[in-house]
Every structure is written in structure tokens, then in C-alpha cells.
């Protein structure tokens, strides 16, 4: 299948399988947030509820059975989750740790009364911001490298998930391919979204909605479909 198919055969396996694509949306959502939410275990937890819960989606709504190979699925997906959530603890301590001295700061600036206390300040403010400048740059380092990383497991992912890959492997190829489907549709999704959050008062509920029920079930059926093809 080209683009087009692949895009209208996952819409209309959600549309046709409504009440199982709200439930898997919601999951997913769920799952996806514990990575922001608990770094480190979250990525555990998304990486190894996540094969099952999207083979259980997968064959409700086609009717195929396939066999998983969960521990590839699950090396697959620790492997760019633990490097972003290391990023993602990273930045964060940093960002807490300055916020924490310049609330210290800051009631250290209402107490001075001359000018030395005031010009000690400035020095130890300014000592510590190339250490968080440096966090903040790891950080980030960091988690550009995951995102490097899913991308070349892309295939590795949903291949061991439809039990096509029983290995941890990189496949920059077949990989690339399932990243532009995923990005062109995610791109088409989002004007949409965009213009919908638009209408007042309901407008980022409604967006919400539609992507808990047709963008997150939808956007993996395509994965699926793809790979199957590859």
C-alpha cells in the first residue's frame, strides 16, 4: 500500500473499531505521560506494557493473530527511553536546582543592606551558571541521541511487535520509511488539530478528544501496516 492507503485503511480500522481505539488512545496517553511524569521507571514501564498493549489493539481490530516477540520489542524501546528520560532527569535537576538558588537569592537581595554582600551575590550567581548551562547542554545532547536512536530501532520496533524481527537490529532504511509516514501524518493531523483548537471555549477539549480517539490509534496502526509491507 502507498501513503494514502496505508493512512485510509488505519482511519478506517478506528472508525470501525471505536470503542477499542478510545481505550487503546487512553492507555496510550497514559503510558506516554509516566516518561515526563517518572523518568526512568516510566520508561521501563512504557517500554514493556507498551508491545502488548499495541498487540492487543492490533489484533482486535484486524483480526490477525501474530506472535510478538516482546524481549526485542522491549530492548528496542528501553534503549531510546532510558536516553531520553536520563536527558529529560537531567535538565530537570538543573532547572530545580537554579530555581531552588534564585529563590535563595532572591530573599538574599530583600536582607542586603551594603554594597559588598551585594557584589558576593552577583559573583556566586554567575559562578554556577555555566555548571547549568553545561547540564542543560548534556541534556540535551542526550536526548537528541534517543530520538537518533528510535529512529534507527523504528523497524526493530514494530517489526518484533508483529513478530516479523527476532533481534535487536538497526534497519536505517526500512526504519527512514515508517518515520516519514508517521511525520507526513502527523503533520496532516496537526494543522487540523490546529485550525479545530481554534473554536472558542471548546476548541482544546474537542482536540483532545480526537487525539485520544483517531490520532494516537491511528498514528500506530500505520506504523503496523507499514512494517508489515517492509
Known amino acids: 500500500m502507498g501513503l494514502l492507503e496505508t493512512y485510509k485503511k488505519s482511519i478506517d ?29 516510566g520508561a521501563i514501564l512504557f517500554s514493556y506494557l507498551y508491545p502488548r498493549l499495541t498487540k492487543w489493539y492490533y489484533t482486535k481490530v484486524t483480526g490477525e493473530n501474530i506472535n510478538p516477540d516482546y524481549k526485542t520489542s522491549f530492548l528496542s524501546l528501553l534503549i531510546p527511553n ?4 536520563i536527558g529529560i532527569t537531567i535538565i530537570l535537576v538543573v532547572l530545580v536546582s537554579i530555581l531552588m538558588q534564585l529563590g535563595l537569592t532572591f530573599t ?4 542586603i543592606n551594603n554594597l559588598q554582600q ?3 551575590l552577583v559573583y556566586l550567581i554567575f559562578h554556577i551558571l555555566p555548571y547549568v548551562l553545561l547540564g542543560i547542554i548534556v541534556g540535551i545532547i542526550i536526548i537528541i541521541t534517543s530520538v537518533i536512536v528510535w529512529l534507527l530501532l523504528l523497524y526493530s520496533i ?11 537490529l538497526i534497519d536505517a532504511e526500512k526504519s527512514l520509511t515508517l518515520f516519514v509516514y508517521l511525520l507526513v501524518f502527523y503533520i496532516i493531523a496537526n494543522i487540523i488539530l490546529l485550525i479545530i483548537g481554534k473554536i ?4 482544546n477539549i474537542i482536540v483532545i478528544i480526537l487525539n485520544i480517539m483517531i490520532v494516537y490509534p491511528a498514528s500506530n496502526l500505520i506504523l503496523l501496516l507499514k512494517a508489515k509491507e517492509l
Not at 19 to 39: C, N, Q, R, T
Not at 108 to 111: A, D, F, G, H, V
Open 158 to 168: 514494530y517489526g518484533s511487535i508483529l513478530g516479523k524481527v527476532n533481534k535487536l
Open 82 to 85: 532510558l536516553l531520553f528520560s
Open 13 to 41: 480500522l478506528v472508525k470501525d473499531h471505536i470503542v477499542e481505539s478510545i481505550i487503546y488512545g487512553i492507555l496510550f496517553y497514559i503510558l506516554w505521560s509516566l516518561l515526563f511524569l517518572i523518568p526512568i521507571i
Open 118 to 120: 551585594l557584589i558576593l
Open 108 to 111: 538574599n537581595i530583600l536582607n
Open 200 to 203: 472558542p471555549l471548546l476548541g
